[in-house]
């Protein structure tokens, strides 16, 4: 478990190489619409300069190893979310490894690294991505803790959109922006599905927790927006297997929710089918649960949203 946590710690920095049995490590980046859900800020941006000097702070909150950023100027072309008023940002990023002449490691200040098994090449591995200027991106960002910057986090890294599949991952990252900007409109559409599809990406960016770590505490949304959601997951159709563009459909955003007997809800109980009956329908029982429980104990419940915790001065 300790060698499972500090290499998720490490690959979550960007700066190791993975070693293992396997022919190669592959990593699932969140699709771009979920990128945009869960960031702070969503632009398309050119890098316009890359600062002299580096800035030293903790990568993640309460580290207590200092990390020198290189910092990123970047001319907003287009504000998708986040960055109202706002012409350039800046974004932080740790630079990549190097690789000695000979193929070994050449560690950073302050950066961990995990080294190849014996008899193995050093390859680099897992890299933080390295802005460089003129650069045109589409950039999910997170808010840096103790930084006067953002950054870019591991598994939501941005979007070339001079390719022809980076202009199309721009535009249903339009799509999902457009309802984070005016969530009531589709809360209140007269189309169930258009209704769903808000509801589950509204939960998606309400429950997610912060990128970049640390402390959270949960505050309550909008009342008369909660019950809208709420009211749109129980109507929408649960049987709905293939996720919608922001990465959810209605059962997963009921899970997201993440109910508690604190909260008045208690899980259906699912009967084992004796031998020659149909087998239990879990997604049906799970939603008439859900359904009797808004309807009871879940009248007066407000969604509750993730955010970082204030730091105590």
């Not at 910057?149 to 457009?178: N, Q, R, W």
């Amino acid at each position: 478990m300790k060698k499972y946590l500090l290499t998720a710690a490490l690959a979550l920095a960007g700066v190791v190489a993975v070693h293992s049995a396997a022919p190669a490590l592959m990593i699932a980046f969140q699709p771009a619409p979920q990128r945009a859900v869960t960031a702070d800020v969503v632009v398309v941006g050119k890098v316009t300069a890359i600062e002299k000097d580096t800035v030293d702070v903790p990568q993640f909150p309460g580290a207590k190893e200092k990390v020198a950023h290189k910092v990123a100027v970047v001319k907003i072309e287009t504000n998708l979310g986040g960055a109202a008023n706002l012409t350039h940002i800046k974004i932080g990023f740790i630079p990549p490894a190097k690789v000695q002449p000979g193929g070994g490691p050449v560690p950073l200040p302050g950066q961990p690294m995990i080294l190849p098994a014996p008899g193995r090449p050093f390859r680099p591995g897992i890299q933080a991505p390295e802005l460089k200027e003129g650069a045109e991106m589409l950039f999910f960002l997170a808010k840096h803790p103790s930084g006067d910057f953002y950054t870019m986090p591991f598994m939501s890294p941005p979007v070339d959109i001079k390719t022809e599949g980076g202009k199309k991952e721009l535009e249903e990252v339009k799509k999902i922006t457009a309802i984070i900007a005016d969530p009531m409109k589709g809360l209140k559409s007269d189309k169930a599905d258009v209704r769903a599809e808000t509801a589950a990406t509204m939960v998606m960016k309400y429950r997610a927790y912060p990128a970049n770590g640390g402390a959270v505490e949960q505050v309550a949304i909008n009342a008369d927006e909660s019950k809208l959601i709420l009211k749109a997951i129980v109507e929408a159709d649960w049987k709905q297997v293939r996720p919608g563009p922001g990465g959810m459909n209605p059962m997963s955003a009921f899970y997201q929710l993440g109910l508690t007997d604190k909260d008045g809800w208690v899980p259906p109980k699912f009967v084992r089918p004796q031998p020659g009956q149909p087998p239990v329908d879990f997604t049906a029982v799970q939603k008439e649960a859900f359904t009797k429980w808004l309807a009871g104990p879940g009248k007066d419940y407000v969604i509750k949203r993730v955010v970082a915790k204030k730091a105590e001065k």
